[in-house]
């Protein structure tokens, strides 16, 4: 199983026709977007914004058209089949909402380094908090779209990995804690091409304190016994 996050939103007084609560997700408001980034304009904040407000609306939109489907199985088919059209495109929407919202969360922070159990956890992982920094940096610049750190609730550990698209290279069982967006909308109008340049930025924004709560909430310390 994935832990994501909470970004669900169920409306009992919203029921589809065949019975059950009709899930409904709801843009939410960030700090990061209250506080001037260090490298990362206003504007682009703005614009990525916009696209994350695009993918609640296209889920919703999904939601319902998949709430009035006659889903006769006779009618699926994985070539193309209405179904598969829709079933498919809801992870994209859907990743895109969740994946979002952890980057916002966490941004609008001093950056430097985490404390207490959270840098415990990176050193003993990664070597050293740089080594992390190091790591993640080169995954972000390999990456198509989104470079991740997550924590393996298999192997107790921390690692770094790329999920280009939104919905891609998914690892069952794991917590991503830290979502750094490496999409060229995160970074073209503030860095052109200069993506390291950008990710500098994201460190230099990064709120600890975001990404220790989202670990404390999930158990993660706990767990990995730091």
Known sequence: MLYWGRARRENPSNLPA??????RYE?????SFE????????????EHYKLYQGYVNKANEILDKLAALDKD???ANPTYSELRVLKVELTRALGGIKNHEIY???LGGPGGKPEGALLRLIERDFGSFEEWQKDLKA???AARGWAWTAYDWDTGKLFNYI??????????NCTPLVALDVFEHAYFIDFGTNKGGYIDAFFRNLDWRAVAKRAEAFGIFTHAKV
Not at 18 to 23: E, F, I
Not at 27 to 31: E, L, P, S, T, V
Request: aromatic residues 10%; without cysteine.
């Open 18 to 23: 065949k019975g059950g609560l009709r899930v």
């Open 27 to 31: 843009a939410k408001k960030f700090k």
């Open 35 to 46: 506080v001037e980034l260090d490298g990362i304009s206003k504007r682009t904040m703005e």
């Open 73 to 75: 199985p006779a009618k």
């Open 104 to 106: 916002f969360d966490h």
């Open 139 to 141: 995954t972000g610049i």
């Open 163 to 172: 999920g280009d698209e939104q919905n891609t290279y998914p690892v069952w």
